[in-house]
């Protein structure tokens, strides 16, 4: 089959390079892709947001399943676009996309689910906010931005006073524009995190192999919020009875909600978790891939991706056995631009990238990248995903900082601790 892959990114082209390999798949196109896709597929200069454009290239080139990786194509309607036409994308609808668009309504499925989450409140005024922060004791709170916010709408806020700030930020000084219309206060919940991916198609439910992402940018957890620095899978935090707990609590109950509402989950449903002494409790519920721990994840499956991302778009998980993984921990490293997640520079030649690649058991997976005069520039604030298996979660550690080792630009950098949490529970 032909398969479309919508996005530019690390997690992109981790999904293009598996369909690549797939048996099942003849052809792979890159919408727009980057320098790494065009290695594995035709890149075509579409923007992953123009859904008009992307509909008549795929009517055009007879596409049989489009793979969305960024949210917001789908939180505006990409996969009803598709399927107006006439045509195949593994993704949720529009209404379901808003599990991710929307936190409130995120909130709600939550409630009619009884899916355990921190106690919240969803506001829509400086005033109710004071009423409320007032009413409560002096403690920390999450704010968080109702809508999308390129991953910058959660303020993690000491006391009453910077709750409020944060809510003002938001509602009154329109930080996030639309986003921002509500609120979230909600508990500041302590545990590890941890990444659930699951496959759903509508009511069949397949999580794959768990993961844990690096969000801040630096070592020890410190420093700002980034898009994620790194990822390794498995998380080992999630052993198999905390999986069960987390298939029963949260998925199946989660997507069972979403039925009801009227707008059943088709996609990748992607489970943000804080593992608290009390259990598992959901942060987020993301619609698509997690970026980086898509690259992780995917480097270890060894089902054909293209047949079973097929299955679920058409609701035939169920007649699907269980996916094949390699048992093998893999560990992802984000080399990034100086200044992210701030300002950066791009335009700076990429060497080493051969060298690396050529490493057993690792692959190089490019975030922001453009190929141009036979050179690999960066072109982003996360350039690469150098993700590599080992025997355990250091060798692969080891094996992916071996292949960092051989890259080079002006102003690369990473974080050197990547999958340490392993062994500091
Ligand atoms: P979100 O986009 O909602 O997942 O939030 C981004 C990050 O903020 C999460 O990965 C957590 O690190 C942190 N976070 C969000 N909500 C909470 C919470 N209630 N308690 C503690 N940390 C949180
Ligand atoms: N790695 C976090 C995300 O994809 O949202």
Same mark, same amino acid.
């Given at each position: 089959m032909k398969v479309l892959v919508i996005g530019q990114g690390g997690r992109e082209h981790a999904l293009a390079w598996k369909l690549a390999g797939a048996e099942s798949v003849t052809d792979v196109f890159c919408a727009p892709g980057n320098a790494g896709m065009a290695t594995v597929g035709s890149c075509v200069p579409l923007p992953s947001d123009d859904i008009p454009a992307l509909v008549s290239f795929a009517r055009d080139q007879s596409i049989d399943l489009a793979v969305v990786g960024p949210e917001v194509p789908l939180v505006n309607g990409l996969v009803d676009a598709f399927q107006a036409a006439g045509l195949r994308a593994f993704g949720p609808s529009k209404q379901a996309a808003a599990l991710e668009g929307s936190k409130a309504f995120a909130k709600e499925i939550m409630r009619r689910g009884n899916v355990p989450t921190a106690d919240h409140v969803v506001l829509e005024t400086l005033e109710e906010a004071q009423t409320f922060l007032q009413d409560r004791e002096d403690q920390s709170w999450v704010v968080k931005a109702d809508g999308l916010a390129a991953g910058k709408g959660v303020i993690m806020c000491d006391d009453r006073i910077q709750a409020l700030e944060a809510v003002r930020h938001i509602?009154?000084? =329109?930080?996030? +524009?639309?986003? +921002?219309k509500q609120v979230v206060i909600e508990e500041t919940l302590v545990g590890q995190e941890a990444s659930i991916l699951a496959l759903v198609d509508g009511n069949t439910i397949v999580a794959l192999e768990s993961s844990q992402d690096h969000k801040r940018a630096g070592d020890g957890d410190t420093g700002p919020n980034t898009g994620g620095m790194g990822a390794y899978s498995p998380a080992p935090l999630v052993t198999p009875e905390l999986m069960s707990d987390i298939e029963r609590n949260v998925l199946v109950p989660t997507v069972h909600a979403m039925k009801l509402a009227g707008c059943p989950f088709q996609g990748l449903l992607y489970a943000g978790l804080m593992i608290t002494n009390q259990g598992p409790r959901v942060l987020e519920f993301n619609v698509r891939f997690g970026d980086p721990e898509a690259q992780p994840v995917l480097l270890r499956l060894r089902s054909d991706l293209g047949e079973v991302l097929l299955a679920a778009a058409d609701g035939r998980l169920a007649e699907f056995g269980p996916l094949e993984w390699d048992p093998r921990p893999s560990v992802c490293v984000v080399m990034a631009s100086d200044g992210y997640p701030e300002k950066y520079q791009t335009g700076h030649p990429i060497q080493g990238l051969d060298q690396a690649a050529a490493l057993p058991d690792v692959e190089v997976f490019h975030a922001g990248t453009t190929a141009a005069d036979g050179q690999v520039l960066t072109s982003g604030g996360r350039v690469l995903g150098i993700t590599a298996l080992g025997d355990d979660h250091s060798d692969a550690k080891r094996r992916a900082y071996e292949a960092v080792k051989c890259i080079r630009w002006e102003g690369a950098w990473c974080r050197k =601790?990547?999958? =340490?949490k392993v062994r500091q529970p």
């Open positions: 509602l009154v000084e =329109d930080a996030f +524009g639309n986003a +921002g =601790d990547i999958s =340490d």
